[in-house]
């Protein structure tokens, strides 16, 4: 998987993405990251990468001669895909998406944003961590490395973790416990330590469904509501679902 960013901080992107996993699918070859500085492309003496905007306003608008340089310079992996809160919605779908090719690139945004032709004529979509705005796109753009990089092949510590994540079968994850078994007086689910792995897992599967309707209806809905067998494993366990 390649995937190449460009921003005007590539040291952000840099020193993060040495760390952790991102850092370890890094250096065992899963993952080839390069950063691409517009600043590197420009031709004036103080590297001008930015204007103001026409038409007037506040702020500050990343001129369109540097990222059209730096990505005509580069031709890196496609979809080029622009950080931006006007992008579709990044989510764990759009993470396993992303993680099926073989790479993608991310042109970060900063102050106003970017010139309207970089949009209109340069990158292949926009994509948006969500409906709030940061002052950059690096965040957002760490944001979508690290949640496609622990999808690669052989990422993760048990590679069945990823499966029973949230969000993998369009519910929220079942909890978790860990020794001590009674901490402050607060025990651990019996069930867990009954070393029956059948009902272990439909006490998993009921938690699951517990939570996401407390907390995602819209995600119980939008897989159409609860079906007979797992109708069936709430009220095992006492789990009202009305
Ligand atoms: N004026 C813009 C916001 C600019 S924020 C507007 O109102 O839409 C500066 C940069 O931060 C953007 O160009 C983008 O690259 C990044 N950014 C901000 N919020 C983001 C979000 N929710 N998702 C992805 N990138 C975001």
Known sequence: MRIDVFTIFPQLIQDFTAASLVGRARTSG???????????????????????????????????????????????PRPLLLLSPSG????????AELAQGDGFSLLCGRYEGVDQRVRDHLIDGEVSIGDVVLSGGEVAALTIIEAVSRLLPGMMGNAESADDESFADGLLEYPHYTRPWSFNDWEAPDVLRSGDHARVARWRRAKALELTMARRPDLIEARGGLSAEELALCEEFGIVTD
């Open 30 to 76: 899963v993952l080839d990251l390069r950063t691409h500085d517009p600043r590197d492309a420009t031709t004036d003496k103080h590297r001008t990468v930015d204007d103001t905007p026409f038409g007037g306003g506040p702020g500050m608008v990343l001129k369109p001669e540097p990222i059209f340089a730096i990505v005509e310079q580069v031709a890196p």
């Open 88 to 95: 579709r919605t990044f989510n764990q779908e759009y993470a």
